[in-house]
């Protein structure tokens, strides 16, 4: 019994190895990028001062992916901590025919908050108990925000993309309750 493989065998294992990384490879490359005859084409930029048309002349409009998530909430849990929530009652997106929904993201004042991906769906449902108690911001303080009795305002953007290299983006703002936090200190004696 030898201690090593014949080298003829080896060599086959490496080569058998070698076709199947290259074949994984290119089915991912084909999955994530599309393929070069799905792509349509783009209508070209409209004159700066034109109103944008909302189709262009012998150009089918690409079936983007579409978001659909009903307005934010912000809620105070508990009054006296400064800490609000931000939730929707539900995500959802769904990507163009053909396409497979590659990612969704949730951003709240620049910042990524949530991050979704999948493996070959054609939609996304997101709901409210997945995300539970929703995403913490702060409260402020009365007139901090857009309104006079309320905290600070919040700017979101909901994002997706869809295998065939189209994306959406929904955008919105929503206001928190104020909260004034009273922190009370020991007094310490000498």
């Known amino acids: 019994m030898e201690p090593y ?71 105070l849990p508990a009054p006296g901590s400064g800490a609000c929530y931000i939730e929707w ?17 949730v951003a709240i004042d620049g910042r990524l908050r949530a991050y979704h991906s999948g493996f070959f769906q054609s939609s996304f449902y997101i709901p409210a108990d997945m995300t539970r108690p929703g995403y913490k911001v702060t409260c402020g303080w009365p007139g901090s925000g857009a309104a006079a009795v309320w905290g600070n305002t919040y700017s979101y953007v909901i994002r997706a993309r869809d295998t065939a290299g189209l ?20 007094v310490l004696q000498r």
Do not use: H, W
Request: aromatic fraction near 8%; charge should be neutral; glycine fraction near 8%.
């Open 5 to 75: 493989p014949k080298s003829g065998s080896r060599l086959r294992a490496i080569f058998g190895s070698l076709i199947l990384t290259t074949l994984m490879v290119i089915i991912l490359v084909r999955v994530t990028l599309g393929s070069p005859a799905a792509q349509q084409p783009v209508a070209e930029p409209v004159e700066p001062g034109m109103p944008t048309p909302s189709f262009a002349e012998g150009v089918e409009s690409p079936t983007i992916t579409s978001i659909d998530s009903p307005s934010a909430t912000c809620y």
């Open 89 to 105: 009652n539900y995500l959802y997106v769904a990507a163009g025919s053909g396409a497979y929904v590659i990612s969704m993201t």
């Open 167 to 186: 994306s959406a983006a929904n955008y919105g703002s929503v206001s928190c309750p104020a909260d004034i936090v009273k922190v009370y200190l020991p």
